[in-house]
Structure formats: structure tokens, C-alpha cells
């Protein structure tokens, strides 16, 4: 989240994007297949030293879209190798667990993004048309202002 800036006319700006490439030179810094990233956003293939690729980044963004939508992250600890532990072996809380508002569609998709294996994860294409199905399947059902009403102060 510290690398997403909006702009001024609202668009959104991805900063510090090495994750999805070894920045040239970084050899000098780290020894090869060292692990880089936020702990909290590191997806599992990226913590067992396989290098970055977009499904890391869909991971990552799965991380993120979960803490936007239920108010707290995926995976919690107090140490480095807590953090590991947990996305490298546990299963995610359902979404709807943590915010019972929530729309089945919307943490069915963020369970998708946060697979353990890149594989069983959407690709981007696949995320945008799933996130654009989803968008309409809830204007359908009127559950956007159910869902916008949410106050993230207030325990569902």
C-alpha cells in the first residue's frame, strides 16, 4: 500500500515496481534467488527464492484487495518467519468470516488471488473479466449499497 499513490485527477500510480523483475545490478546487493518484498505481500513461491513473475503480483494485489475489503490483512505475526510460516502453509480466513456483508463473489475472488501455487490463481485477463462479472452480479443484486453502507469501525 506504500507504493500506491493517487494522482491528482484520481488516477492510481504503482511506485517501486521491481517485484515483477530483478532490478539490474541487484547482485551487487543481494545474493542471487535472495527473497525481496514486503512481508506481509510476499506471496509463497516468492519466499521459497523463485523469481518474481506477474502471478506474484496477483498474489501481492490479493493481499491488498483483502485488507481494503475486510479491514485487516490475510495473514498476521509478530516475526518474519510467522509471516512465512503463514503463506507458505495457511489457508486464508474466509472473507465473509471477517465481514459477513460481504458479497460471496467478492471473497470468493480474493481467496482465488491468494492460492497458494501460482497455477491455481487467475491470470490478469481472467481477473478483470472476473472482476467485471462480479462488478455486474452485485449491481444486480443491489448489494452495492449494502456494501458501500459498510463501516469499517463497526464489528459484523
Known sequence: ??????????????MNAGVVFEPQGAEKFAAKFSVFGTPHYISPEALKGYPPDPMTDIYALGVLAYDLVT?????EGETLEELRKQHLEDEVTAPHEVMKALPKEVGELLVWMLQKSPNDRPTAT?????LERVEKSIKRTGMTQKFQAFDP????
Open 153 to 156: 469501525n463497526e464489528k459484523s
Open 1 to 14: 500500500p506504500n507504493n500506491i499513490l493517487l494522482g491528482r485527477s484520481g488516477e492510481v500510480e504503482l
Open 126 to 130: 481472467k481477473l478483470v473479466s472476473t
Open 71 to 75: 479491514g485487516v490483512k490475510p495473514f
